[in-house]
T-cell receptor, first 114, second 113 residues
Framework: NAGVTQTPKFRVLKTGQSMTLLCAQDMNHEYMYWYRQDPGMGLRLIHYSVGEGTTAKGEVPDGYNVSRLKKQNFLLGLESAAPSQTSVYFC?????????????FGPGTRLTVT | QKEVEQDPGPLSVPEGAIVSLNCTYSNSAFQYFMWYRQYSRKGPELLMYTYSSGNKEDGRFTAQVDKSSKYISLFIRDSQPSDSATYLCAMSLLIQGAQKLVFGQGTRLTINP
């Protein structure tokens, strides 16, 4: 099993450009999450999904959109990138079991917006 | 005030030392208390979890939760250079049927040989 994979690993964008980050998991997990990690801020939840076709806002959703058309994939889109979106982005997934607590993280995407 | 507060460090100790990492929190609704370890340029990995007050031991690691004080700790005994990483505390909350994790800022730990 590959677990959680993210593409691309690195990207540099100019202000105003758009891009999509792809997260894929092969563990048949129901829940998927997108986080951003900034120095001194820990991990902050952007958007999440509790199942195929559903999405919901997290703590810092502004400037991002998401889609979950297939159970194994969770896409994060930036329509018009801003320097404030320079960050490391992590995707995570977990099973749908109520008592399950562990989220499995991908390796991250380092995004720089100039 | 953040829901979860963690001293970001950095913390540097000699090999073999006992390390203490701590977090405080403000939300009494948190259910599970976790410690994630993150090596440089990698994603976080779950190290330990607990859901009740008290201690939980796993090898050289001990997780401690004090719900009355809203305080959690991670102790590392006989620390090794391979323990050098960023340690993130995380707390689980159930909102509208969905589990969400709230993370501390992370403490960067270096174990010097």
């Amino acid at each position: 099993n590959a677990g959680v994979t993210q593409t691309p690993k690195f990207r540099v964008l100019k202000t105003g450009q758009s891009m999509t980050l792809l997260c894929a998991q092969d563990m048949n997990h129901e829940y998927m999450y997108w986080y951003r990690q900034d120095p001194g801020m820990g991990l902050r939840l952007i958007h999440y999904s509790v199942g195929e076709g559903t999405t919901a806002k997290g703590e810092v959703p502004d400037g991002y959109n998401v889609s979950r058309l297939k159970k194994q994939n969770f896409l994060l889109g930036l329509e018009s990138a801003a320097p404030s979106q320079t960050s490391v982005y992590f995707c995570a997934s977990r099973t749908g079991t109520q008592r399950s607590y562990e989220q499995y993280f991908g390796p991250g995407t380092r995004l720089t917006v100039t | 005030q953040k829901e979860v507060e963690q001293d970001p460090g950095p913390l540097s100790v000699p090999e073999g030392a006992i390390v203490s990492l701590n977090c405080t929190y403000s939300n009494s609704a948190f259910q599970y208390f976790m410690w994630y370890r993150q090596y440089s340029r990698k994603g976080p990995e779950l190290l330990m979890y607990t859901y009740s007050s008290g201690n939980k031991e796993d090898g050289r690691f001990t997780a401690q939760v004090d719900k009355s004080s809203k305080y959690i700790s991670l102790f590392i005994r006989d620390s090794q250079p391979s323990d050098s990483a960023t340690y993130l505390c995380a707390m689980s909350l159930l909102i509208q049927g969905a589990q969400k994790l709230v993370f501390g800022q992370g403490t960067r730990l270096t174990i010097n040989p």
